[in-house]
């Protein structure tokens, strides 16, 4: 399956500042999601974002997504050491709902 | 919420045996239920979709033979990897969907490592 790009690959931060995290897919989509893994465990859904909508937000978490370029962003504001984790995008298919994961960005939020 | 539980959450085997990894959707009905694969430090990898009742539909580059899936309910599938070889040790991720097209909840996980 086609995998989307991640940037950046590792994303280093002090407590406090903003952490953002670029995605980009190749196939057309019903929604991009985003999850947080942290080491070695299952995904957390954050959020899901629709193809006919440009911005989301929930709590400390803001997404975009721009269909024209296949491109989305997730901005973590005020980041916490305990956003510390590994954070991935899903393009949502047309095809029983599949998932395409971006390479992911491992986020270190340093207290 | 929605809760997807795996067993094992780990297992180790010799080379050569078959190894069954259980997901189970425990609070609703799963029509459709995937199968990752995710090696260290990498990104989740489908293997397979499957529906209850049907066969299930692998990506390319998937042995069916090698990775045989069975989704017999609408709460319960499995994965056996038949005759593992160490080249198998990953992380292996299930998770399932009521059916929506946009809602996957994911399984802990089950670590595996052949010897």
């Known amino acids: 399956s086609q995998q989307g790009e991640e940037d950046p690959q590792a994303l280093s931060i002090q407590e406090g500042e903003n952490a953002t995290m670029n995605c980009s897919y190749k196939t057309s989509i019903n929604n991009l999601q985003w999850y947080r893994q942290n080491s070695g465990r299952g995904l957390v859904h954050l959020i899901l974002?629709?193809?006919?909508?440009r911005e989301k937000h929930s709590g400390r978490l803001r997404v975009t997504l721009d269909t024209s370029k296949k491109s989305s962003s997730l901005l973590i504001t005020a980041s916490r050491a305990a956003d510390t984790a590994s954070y991935f995008c899903?393009?949502?298919?047309?095809?029983?709902?599949?998932?395409?994961f971006g390479q992911g960005t491992i986020l270190t939020v340093h207290p | 919420g929605a809760v997807v539980s795996q067993h094992p959450s780990w297992v180790i085997c010799k080379s050569g045996t078959s190894v069954k990894i259980e997901c189970r959707s425990l609070d609703f009905q799963a029509t459709t239920m995937f199968w990752y694969r995710q090696f260290p430090k990498q990104s989740l990898m489908l293997m397979a979709t499957?529906?209850?009742?049907?066969?299930?539909?692998?990506e390319q580059g998937v042995e069916k033979d090698k990775f045989l899936i069975n989704h017999a309910s609408l709460t319960l599938s499995t994965l056996t990897v038949t005759s593992a070889h160490p080249e198998d040790s990953s992380f292996y991720i299930c998770?399932?969907?009521?059916?929506?097209?946009?809602?996957?909840?994911f399984g802990p996980g089950t670590r595996l490592l052949v010897l």
């Open positions: 998770s399932a969907s009521p059916g929506d097209r946009e809602t996957q909840y």
């Open positions: 974002i629709r193809s006919n909508e």
């Open positions: 499957s529906n209850e009742g049907s066969k299930a539909t692998y």
């Open positions: 899903a393009a949502g298919g047309t095809s029983y709902g599949k998932l395409t």
